[in-house]
């Protein structure tokens, strides 16, 4: 039809949008026939190519198959290769085990492999020029400027020197070398962190928390944030950095409704590619550090994470084997090409040994984040163990979001640092934190220590009697001071104008509320000039009596302290007519008489 208008071939020019892309079949085709029944074949094959160098989906299913049996020295023939992609459920790759046949059993010497695989590595890099230049042509089609089309060819040409840099052959090898020359001009000391400040380019981290923590809420509007160029946690904005995030933990409803909420949705996603629920083999494998790597180079992904690990490995968790075949089959490949990674995983049932699983986990991390809920949306996250030592070692932050109903408000959550005090407070054991939840408890600002121990013993919080002596000093220091009228219902066993059991009669000594300034410590001489002295009862009852200038109660006729005396009362709150009543003074024997 002359009317419609047809969308350029991504991997075709417009001379030819039906032709196949450079490969060399022939060559593939002798090269998956030798290496399905000689290791040592596959080996010189694999210093030369890459998985992503062989063109055809079916002998690069073969080339997967291989790589993992050699990996777990497994015994190599077409009848054991095709064995393995049944179990992966691939046969239909192979066209049902048809093609393993046909290359299998009709196959070259060993030691001409490496001349085949020389060839497809020659083939495979004009096959990336030609799509490189495929993309130039569409791109201009659809009216991108001179700058986009320049950094286009930058990115390409980035990605064939790393090729060389880490790629096959000699350089598999001797890439690891180091030039002391350029080694020794690079500060280390002024590497650029990544936006939020957690790691650096290449590192590789792990988020540990319990379920309840929030990990995949923190991480994911962290990667949100880095793929489209936003600051994180007061961190300065930066250029957009591409992001794989691979979600085994996650359904799609939630997805969409967490990025909605952090302010993401159609054209607002920058360069965060998501993988939910991938069917890749487990990373623990080589299979699976291989599809995990083919996935990073289609995102074209500087970061990626795993969300949450253990979702992603086959062997047993608290065995220290399988986070070894973890990373050298998945991490150490992504770490020698300079990408870094992060992994989410579940705090142990002892909190205070960090992740749950085997020691192994945390010994190729560069660092270990452990987040926890600390109650009122605020989160606190801790570096608890790092090789570098850059960048902070802890971020106090509060998760903030709004709802309208059950559904969360488009762009209205996100996690900001807190201000001093607030994260002083948040600082589980801290002065501050104490003070806060002696506060939480109601009792009053004149507490004093027995009273206040007795309080946290109570609500099952913990403190050294030092802390809880310097929180009492400080809760005393208050301009506000708390009293038996400020904070009645902190009072059950006394009410205004009643003794507590156990107290003789007249010894009641009235609340004086102090200044600011004013100490509140017991002083070997009181201040100047002093209040007048408060009658006190020789244990014969006689009341106390207030000093001239203090107004009383007009009921009990004892002193007005605290907020009924500043805002005009006469009585105490007890004393009221119509809240109160205040019980008869007692009588000793000489009032009898």
Not at 346 to 357: I, L, N
Request: proline share 8%.
């Amino acid at each position: 039809m002359d009317n419609v208008r047809r969308i350029p071939h991504p991997t075709a020019d417009q001379d030819g949008l039906t032709r196949t892309a450079p490969h060399d079949a022939e060559a593939e085709d002798y090269v998956a026939g030798v290496i399905m029944n000689d290791r040592a074949a596959y080996l010189e094959c694999a210093r030369l190519i890459t998985r992503e160098d062989i063109y055809q989906p079916g002998v690069r299913a073969i080339w997967d198959a291989v790589s993992g049996m050699v990996a777990e020295n497994k015994q190599l023939h077409p009848v054991t290769v095709r064995a393995e992609l049944e179990k992966q459920k691939r046969l239909h790759e192979v066209d049902g085990g048809n093609l393993i046949l046909r290359l299998g059993y009709e196959t070259v010497p060993g030691v001409m492999a490496p001349a085949f695989a020389d060839r497809i590595a020659d083939v495979a890099r004009i096959r990336r020029h030609d799509e490189h230049a495929n993309k130039i042509k569409a791109k201009i089609l659809t009216g991108a400027t001179a700058e986009e089309l320049d950094k286009l060819t930058d990115t390409h040409r980035q990605q064939e020197e790393r090729r060389s840099t880490l790629g096959q052959g000699p350089s598999h090898l001797t890439s690891a070398f180091v030039d002391w020359d350029p080694f020794f001009a690079t500060d280390f000391g002024q590497i650029q962190l990544l936006p939020g400040q957690l790691l650096a380019p290449g590192q590789q981290i792990t988020v540990v928390g319990d379920g309840k923590a929030g990990k995949s809420l923190l991480v994911q509007e962290w990667l949100w944030r880095m793929a489209t160029g936003q600051s994180f946690l007061g961190d300065r904005p930066q250029p957009q950095i591409p992001v794989l995030y691979v979600d085994a933990e996650n359904g799609q409803q939630d997805i969409q409704e967490r990025f909605l909420s952090y302010g993401g949705g159609p054209g607002r996603m920058g360069l965060l590619t998501y993988a939910s629920f991938p069917p890749i083999r487990p990373l623990d494998t080589a299979g699976g550090g291989a599809d995990l790597m083919a996935m990073v180079g289609e995102a074209e992904a500087q970061v990626v994470c795993l969300d949450t690990v253990s979702r992603f490995i086959s062997g047993p968790e608290n065995d220290a084997d399988t986070w070894l075949a973890l990373y050298r089959h998945t991490l150490l490949p992504l770490k020698r090409a300079g990408i870094a990674s992060i992994r989410l995983d579940h705090m142990g049932k002892d909190g205070e040994r960090g992740a749950r699983g085997s020691s192994a986990k945390t010994q190729d991390v560069d660092h270990v984040w452990e987040l926890r809920a600390q109650g009122g949306g605020t989160l606190v996250l801790k570096r608890t163990h790092t090789r570098t030592g850059i960048g902070p070692d802890q971020f106090v932050m509060v998760r903030q979001a709004r709802k309208d109903g059950n559904r969360y408000l488009p762009g209205a959550t996100r996690h900001v640092l807190m201000e001093y005090e607030q994260m002083q407070e948040a600082i589980e054991g801290s002065v501050p934190w104490l003070i806060a939840r002696i506060d939480k408890l109601g009792l009053p600002n004149d507490a004093g220590n027995p009273r206040t121990i007795k309080a946290l013993a109570a609500a099952g919080i913990k403190a050294g009697k030092d802390k809880i002596a310097e929180a009492v000093r400080e809760r005393k220091n208050r301009d506000n001071l708390g009293s038996l009228e400020t904070f009645p219902e902190t009072f059950p066993e006394e009410v205004p104008g009643e003794r507590s059991p156990g107290t003789p009669a007249g010894t009641e000594k009235p609340q004086v509320k102090h200044s600011p300034e004013t100490s509140r410590e017991p002083q070997e001489t009181p201040p100047s000039p002093p209040s007048p002295p408060l009658g006190e009862g020789k244990g014969e009852g006689s009341p106390a009596t207030g000093a001239p200038d203090e107004p009383l109660c007009t009921v009990c006729e004892k002193p007005l302290t605290g907020y009924r005396r500043d805002r005009g009362y006469d009585t105490h709150l007890g004393c009221e007519p119509e809240s109160g009543s205040h019980p008869p003074e007692p009588h000793t024997p000489d009032d009898a008489a």
